[in-house]
């Protein structure tokens, strides 16, 4: 057997053991650039057995013809792959099914119309290596992990060179006898980089793969605290919900005891809340409600605690403030709260009750005592309002 069919046998073989791989792998990692590495190769592949088997024929030009179509396949297969890698939303349809006709075109050109030997091998040796090129400078500027991407650019531009030498000789010496004994090896050198190849796209898809993983993890964690997040805020308001009060509390509480810290509550009510939703309606009310909310957390510290307490009640927690500050704070919030858009007939107020822990006692008390200045205050102002439409019903 002449060294060169030898050559060509051993590349077969790796290229068959190569395509074996990636199916296996396929059925792991499925994604539309490696389904076009596969049939890339699987046209390599039935190129390079056409080509054991020219020798045995005595009519090659229809199988010169059909050896053609399968490597410009190879090669228009290798370079969708490439595109589809770089960006796997790229479209795909109908139309590129187009690429049959150069195609197709060039494999007559290159076959049918070439008397001479070198006029069928050489051109397609070179179109081979302009592929390869091409392969080689996709991987190089496409973003992405850097390991997988340098072997597959390096490999493809030394596989672009040594076909293009192999051209250069078929235009020479015209048949592969009769090049020099170091070129009849060049198969030799087809394997190796193909085995290099292999290696490159498993590294790659390994890395995309597990930035893809990466990215799903991050995914759920995200989801998990959003979801843990919905557990603990009420959905209208966005404040935290009273369930997760009972969670602050107790830390709240403990560190009271163990520091010494004062820990104050206020406790904070809308006055004529249910005139507004029976005369302006319950999305009014609930436009209130958010307002409210958010003046009450732009109003405090950062790392005070504001919760929804339940229907048009809110409850502020202020860790490391005394009595007298959370009774100045208090006063301030019910003095300071801006008209409300939508409101304007039935201005709203706030009630607000203060209580200071000191760590003695139980807290349900201190909620109740919090609870009871709130009240004090909203009577004090109903009984202003009463007076004050009074003293206008006199008028």
């Not at 390991?147 to 015209?174: D, M």
């Not at 290696?199 to 759920?220: N, S, T, Y």
């Not at 009871?372 to 004050?388: C, F």
Request: glycine share 8%; aromatic share 10%; with cysteine.
């Amino acid at each position: 057997m002449p060294v060169y069919q030898f050559s060509l046998l051993i590349q077969a073989a790796g290229t068959a053991l190569l395509f074996l791989l990636f199916l296996l792998l396929f059925q792991k990692i499925r994604r539309k650039a490696f389904g076009d590495w596969i049939a890339s190769w699987a046209f390599l592949l039935g190129g390079l057995i056409l080509l054991l088997l020219m020798p045995r024929l005595t009519d090659t030009r229809p199988f010169i013809f059909i050896l053609h179509v399968f490597l410009l396949a190879h090669v228009v297969f290798l370079l969708r792959g490439v595109r589809r890698f770089r960006n796997e939303g790229a479209a795909t349809g109908a139309l590129e099914l187009l690429w049959l006709i150069p195609l197709v075109a060039a494999a007559w050109w290159t076959s049918i119309e070439a008397d001479q030997v070198s006029g069928r091998a050489a051109p397609m040796a070179l179109i081979l290596a302009a592929g390869y090129v091409a392969a080689a400078a996709g991987f190089a500027i496409t973003p992405g992990p850097v390991a997988g991407r340098v072997l597959l650019a390096l490999s493809f531009l030394l596989w672009g060179v040594e076909r293009a030498v192999v051209g250069s000789a078929y235009l020479r010496f015209e048949t592969p006898d009769r090049m020099p004994e170091l070129l009849q090896y060049s198969s030799f050198a087809g394997m190796f980089l193909e085995m290099m190849i292999g290696v490159g796209i498993i590294i790659l898809l390994f890395e995309g793969h597990q930035d893809r993983i990466a990215a799903e993890m991050a995914q759920l964690q995200s989801s998990d605290q959003q979801l843990r997040e919905m557990g603990i805020r009420d959905p209208l308001t966005g404040l935290y919900n009273r369930h997760h009060f009972n969670d602050a509390i107790r830390r709240e509480i403990a560190n009271v005891r163990r520091y010494g810290n004062p820990l104050s509550v206020m406790i904070a009510d809308v006055d004529r809340f249910k005139e507004i939703n029976d005369l302006k309606g319950h999305a009014v009310g609930d436009d209130v409600l958010k307002f409210v909310a958010n003046y009450l957390t732009a109003c405090v510290r950062e790392n005070d605690l504001v919760f929804r307490w339940g229907g048009d009640e809110f409850l502020i927690l202020l860790p490391r403030t005394d009595e007298g500050a959370s009774a100045l704070k208090a006063e301030e919030l019910a003095r300071r709260l801006p008209m409300i858009p939508g409101t304007e007939q039935i201005r709203p107020t706030l009630s607000v009750g203060w209580s200071s822990y000191r760590g003695e006692g139980e807290f349900p008390s201190t909620l109740a005592e919090a609870d009871a200045r709130m009240y004090e205050m909203k009577l004090r102002g109903k009984r202003a309002r009463e007076q004050k439409e009074r003293d206008l019903g006199r008028l």
